[in-house]
C-alpha cells in the first residue's frame, strides 16, 4: 500500500468548491415562475388565429401593455396584434367584395 503524498506548502487543504457547497450537488438555477408571456396575450393570439379579430386584437393588446409594463415577453403578443390585423383586413375586403355583388346583382335584375 502506498502513502499518499501530502498537499504541497502553501496549498489549501480544502477545495473552493467544498467549501461554497457545490460539491454537494446545488440544484441548478432556474428562472423565476411566472414571467412569461401574460395569459391575456397568449389568449389574444389564440383568439386571433381562430379568426375572430376585434377580440384578439383588444386581448392582444392588453397583454402587450402588460408585458411591457413588467418587462416580460412580448413576442405572442405582438403576433396577436399582427393577425388580428391581417384577419381584420380580410374581413374588411370580404365585406366589400360582397357589398359590390349584392349591389351589382341588383342593378342587373332591375333593368
Known amino acids: 500500500m502506498g502513502a499518499v503524498a501530502p498537499p504541497p506548502a502553501g496549498a ?14 446545488d440544484p441548478p438555477y432556474l428562472p423565476p415562475v411566472g414571467l412569461g408571456t401574460p395569459g391575456i396575450g397568449v389568449a389574444g393570439f389564440i383568439v386571433s388565429l381562430l379568426g375572430f379579430s376585434l377580440i384578439g386584437i383588444i386581448l392582444s393588446w392588453i ?27 380580410i374581413e374588411i375586403a370580404l365585406t366589400i367584395f360582397l357589398f359590390m355583388v349584392v349591389f351589382a346583382a341588383s342593378v342587373t335584375t332591375e333593368t
Open 12 to 25: 489549501a487543504t480544502s477545495s473552493p468548491a467544498f467549501a461554497t457547497g457545490e460539491a454537494f450537488g
Open 63 to 89: 397583454g402587450y401593455s402588460q408585458a411591457k409594463r413588467e418587462g416580460r415577453p412580448k413576442g405572442l403578443c405582438l403576433a396577436g396584434i399582427v393577425i388580428g390585423f391581417v384577419w381584420l383586413l
